[in-house]
């Protein structure tokens, strides 16, 4: 009988293997005629494990029929025996390490169970980092903890206590422990000699933190006199020194910065034209003063350069270089700021021919307002002479035009020539040839700027009247 319920059992074996998972079973005859059966044992389930700084234990339930056990440790298999617990000791603190069990019967071993991951426990220590007396005889302590684990901790009501005479409420547990390093997390006011913080860590140990009175000390005053300058791209801070202040620091938009034992801050890498906040408090030591009043300061917008001026009769057309941050653009001419511009050029329009003008650019956002430029000066051009008329004679010429809007004078071009006109708008050109030709052109001018030449006109003298005439008569003819 045993060797047909062999033959029976190596055949099914055949059938089974090719699948992937399976419950499997033989029966057999025995001398009685009743069968006999086997069954593969389940999985043990891990119901949970506990740790301290250097040990984890891993805890699973009993499997029936079981002769022992074995255990997965990050890779490496140990029997158990009959054990249903296991103690991994000699571990390092906030350590991770991964556990798997599986049960044991000749034959019919179980599968291996859930992978599991524990994490040994590190200590959690209260800190007291410094206590301030205060004017009403009252102590401020300034406390938190130092959490080593690589995971945040709640300790619960019965892990965690406080004990002292309060002005206000003490922070109630539980405590949520965040991971780190945490000095200053919370400050706690107490009337009498002391304030205690009793924490129970994962790690089992209790630990106190202890704030006292005696230990209090009176904290620095606040820097005074404090100035600030600007420029583009950076802001300085000056304060007084305060006696007993073994450093300073700065409260800026990126945090609070260490300024050692300077009473001179300077915060670089600013962008020009925008507006920043700052305040300061002196140190001794560990304990920090009051923080000062909040410094509202802008940096400085550069200078508009590289303005380039190009007048017309009526017009003058300025332009110049960017500034960077820059908004808009105001463009003061002679004194009185006449245009508004997003970008970096300026028509101005309406003005008198022959006329100087002094311009100024500078930059500007919505909060800060930037330098004016070096002031530049321009004359708008004059008009070019119109409608001149000439009315020759023998000997002279006349020449005569409208007058230009601006002039201050003319020149007049003879034959190349130039001659001084004065205001006036005539010119008589005499002692010429008659019969001979002459060229004029003529140009509007003022003490600052000279107008362009006309158009030349030309201009013939007349032949002149024959006089002194003589002459014969006879009988026949006149000579």
């Not at 500078?362 to 070096?374: I, L, M, P, Q, Y």
Request: with cysteine; glycine share 8%; net charge neutral.
């Amino acid at each position: 009988m045993k060797k047909k319920a062999a033959v029976f059992l190596t055949v099914l074996l055949t059938l089974l293997i090719p699948l992937q998972s399976f419950t499997y079973a033989y029966a057999s005859k025995t001398s009685s005629g009743k069968g006999n059966s086997a069954k593969k044992l389940e999985a043990p389930k891990l119901i949970y494990t506990t740790s301290d700084k250097t040990s984890i234990t891993v805890y699973w339930n009993p499997v029936p029929g079981a002769t022992g056990y074995e255990i997965e440790v990050d890779g490496a298999v140990k029997n158990n025996g009959r054990n249903i617990f296991y103690k991994h000791p000699n571990l390092a603190f906030n350590s991770s390490h991964t556990y798997r069990i599986r049960a044991l019967k000749k034959n019919w071993d179980s599968d291996w169970s859930k992978p599991v991951t524990a994490i040994t426990a590190a200590p959690v220590k209260p800190i007291v980092e410094y206590v301030v007396l205060n004017s009403d005889g009252t102590c401020t302590a300034h406390w938190g903890w130092s959490n080593e684990n690589n995971i945040d901790i709640v300790l619960s009501p019965q892990d965690s206590r406080f004990a002292g005479s309060f002005a206000g409420s003490a922070v109630a547990p539980p405590l949520k422990m965040e991971k780190g390093r945490h000095f200053d997390k919370f400050q706690t006011t107490f009337k009498g000699s002391l304030f205690s913080w009793i924490v129970k860590g994962p790690d089992g140990a209790v630990r106190t933190g202890t704030a006292l009175k005696s230990a209090a000390v009176i904290p620095p005053a606040v820097p005074a006199n404090i100035t600030s300058d600007s420029a583009e791209k950076s802001i300085i801070l000056k304060w007084n020194t305060v006696t007993g202040a073994t450093g300073y620091d700065v409260l800026t938009a990126n945090g609070v910065i260490d300024n050692g034992p300077s009473t001179t801050y300077t915060a670089p890498g600013l962008k020009p034209g925008n507006r920043y906040t700052f305040k300061v408090r002196a140190r001794k030591n560990v304990v920090p003063g009051a923080w000062s009043q909040e410094i509202i300061k802008d940096t400085l917008l550069g200078v508009p350069s590289g303005l380039s001026l190009k007048a017309e009769e009526k017009s003058i057309d300025v332009a110049w270089n960017s500034v960077e941050a820059a908004t808009v653009y105001e463009i003061e001419i002679d004194g009185e700021l006449k245009g508004t511009v997003t970008g970096t050029s300026y028509t101005a329009s309406d003005l008198r021919p022959g006329t100087q003008h002094i311009l100024r650019v500078r930059a500007r956002t919505d909060v800060v307002t930037g330098n004016w430029s070096e002031p530049a000066g321009i004359t708008t051009s004059l008009g070019v002479p119109s409608n001149l008329v000439l009315q020759a004679e023998t000997t002279s010429i006349s020449l005569s035009w409208d007058a230009t809007d601006g002039a201050a004078g003319y020149d007049v071009e003879v034959d190349g020539d130039i001659i001084d006109n004065g205001l006036s708008t005539t010119y008589n050109c005499t002692g010429l040839a008659p019969g001979t030709q002459h060229d004029f052109k003529v140009r509007a001018k003022t003490d600052a700027v000279t107008g362009g030449w006309s158009e030349a006109v030309t201009g013939v003298t007349l032949l002149g009247v024959p006089d002194s005439i003589s002459f014969q008569t006879t009988e026949n003819s006149i000579a």
